[in-house]
């Protein structure tokens, strides 16, 4: 069963990709589907289709597409250790966590993300602080984001 439920992932984090990080509007290249709707460098055959409620196809390239799904990933396997551990909820050192945090802020810049920052205090967090990834609801989607976990204790410091 594990062929099944990792295509059943694959296709999960491939609407997460193709809903929510895709550029709002689409350039117009990108509209008809003959451009990466990323980077905009023309579609060839080994764009990958994104899912689409409009009337073309819209694509991305291997590139721009596996840099975003990275991130997707690292994302989801950061989160799911700190939802099992308890020192990364206490905003405890964990190695297994900031591991995890580390690999996923290396997708952060090949997938055009801003560095991580905590939804909270909106404060970029540094290395040497803990950070939590959080999931939050908002009115009409959802947003995969981060925290300080405990509350933001230097929160209004200056740095
Ligand atoms: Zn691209
Ligand atoms: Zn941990
Ligand atoms: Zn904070």
Excluded: N
């Amino acid at each position: 069963m594990t062929a099944v439920q990792i295509a059943e992932e694959l296709a999960r984090l491939h609407r997460l990709v193709s809903w929510f990080d895709t550029p709002v509007p689409l350039p117009a290249e990108a509209v008809t589907g003959h451009a990466c709707v990323w980077c905009l460098i023309p579609a060839d055959s080994t764009a990958v289709d994104l899912e689409s409620a409009a009337d073309y196809p819209q694509r991305g390239c291997l590139s721009c597409y596996s840099a975003r799904l990275a991130w997707h990933i690292s994302w989801y396997e950061w989160h799911s250790h700190v939802a099992e551990c308890f020192p990364c909820k206490q905003g405890r050192m964990c190695f297994v966590g900031r591991g995890r945090r580390i690999l996923h802020e290396l997708t952060a810049g090949p997938a055009g993300k801003e560095p991580p920052a905590c939804f909270s205090c909106h404060r970029t967090l540094l290395a040497q602080e803990t950070a939590i990834p959080v999931r939050w609801e908002g009115e009409a989607s959802f947003h995969l984001g981060y925290a300080h976990p405990g509350g933001c204790a230097r929160k209004g410091a200056a740095l």
